[in-house]
């Protein structure tokens, strides 16, 4: 079974400077996704980033980068520039390359964003 | 607009006092699905489903049934509640193929006492 683990469940960051959440996974598989997903007070469930796993390449979207590392199974989000509706809980999650397979989540990390 | 649509979002009943927790999308999406979210464990899948009629259970089935009578709903029912079952619950659902996106509903927090 795939297995998603998060081992910071608190982070905190000053405004405008930089993160790093970490992630790391636990498959079988050779072609997967990966995502990190961003929850704040709202409790809606939004969707920062998401990877490939055939993709080399790291995934970027504006402030958000990932590194993703399939022979060492981690996949950790560095946040840029911080601002302050950055903080949220944030979830790694993983997903097989097949039309039917659920996403397994990891335990969140609570991330505040000081001024 | 595309979307996940939850009902109720609070609520708050007694042991065994049975319950349903109703979920609408309006993309005709194939795939849906119903998580909880614990702290400390993150969001685990209830039940899904691929398809109407086509039901099957996810991680923590335990204490949950589910339906499928049409394409856009997917109610989720606790037929007889308890305390362990107080969650914050989502609904998701997605269309057909591995790389479709999933939506999720604005979740339901459920306190059973």
């Known amino acids: 079974a795939q297995t998603v683990t998060q081992s910071q469940p608190e982070m905190s960051v000053q405004e405008a400077e930089t993160v790093t959440l970490s992630c790391t996974y636990d498959?079988?598989?050779?072609?997967?996704?990966l995502f990190w997903y961003k929850q704040p007070p709202s409790r809606q469930m939004i969707l920062v980033i998401r990877?490939?796993?055939?993709?080399?390449q790291n995934a970027t979207e504006n402030r958000f980068s990932v590194n993703f590392q399939k022979a060492a199974k981690s996949f950790s989000l560095k946040i840029s520039d911080s601002q302050l509706g950055d903080a949220a809980m944030y979830f790694c999650?993983?997903?097989?390359?097949?039309?039917?397979?659920?996403?397994?989540f990891g335990e969140g990390t609570q991330l505040t964003v000081n001024p | 607009e595309a979307q996940v649509t939850q009902n109720p979002r609070y609520l708050i009943t007694v042991t065994g006092k049975k319950l349903t927790v109703t979920c609408s999308q309006n993309?005709?999406?194939?795939?849906m699905s119903w998580y909880r979210q614990d702290p400390g464990l993150g969001l685990r899948q209830i039940y899904y489903?691929?398809?109407?009629?086509?039901?099957d259970k996810g991680d923590v089935p335990e204490g949950y049934k589910v339906s499928r009578k049409e394409k856009r709903n997917f109610p989720l029912i606790l037929e007889s509640p308890s305390p362990n079952q107080t969650s914050l619950y989502f609904c998701?659902?997605?269309?057909?193929?591995?790389?479709?996106?999933?939506?999720f509903g604005s979740g339901t927090q459920l306190s059973v006492l």
């Open positions: 998701a659902s997605r269309a057909w193929g591995p790389n479709e996106k999933l939506f």
């Open positions: 993309m005709n999406h194939e795939y």
């Open positions: 990877q490939e796993a055939y993709k080399q």
């Open positions: 999650a993983y997903r097989r390359e097949t039309s039917g397979s659920r996403l397994t």
């Open positions: 489903s691929m398809n109407v009629e086509v039901t």
């Open positions: 498959t079988s598989e050779s072609d997967y996704y």
